[in-house]
């Protein structure tokens, strides 16, 4: 439960900073999430923050956040 916390509080920082990039974690880079994201932050850098914040907050990509898996770019 906490390392669940702690991902989605990462997720947020990472979207404040840029925003289709804590979307991209937990929805990947194909999905109509992160393209929504991506033009909203194209067209302007505080909507794509509000957007990412809201879909990282309200929607849940799995059915249960403890099995998501972060893989490592090598």
Do not use: H, K, N
């Not at 505080?46 to 893989?71: Q, T």
């Amino acid at each position: 439960m906490a390392s669940a916390r702690c991902c989605t509080f990462l997720e947020i920082l990472l979207a404040i900073v840029l925003p289709p990039l804590g979307v991209f974690l937990r929805f990947g880079c194909c999905s109509m999430e992160f393209c929504i994201c991506l033009l909203l932050t194209i067209l302007g850098y505080i909507p794509g923050i509000i957007y990412a914040i809201y879909v990282l907050v309200a929607l849940e990509s799995d059915s249960d956040p403890d099995e998501r898996e972060y893989y490592t770019l090598a």
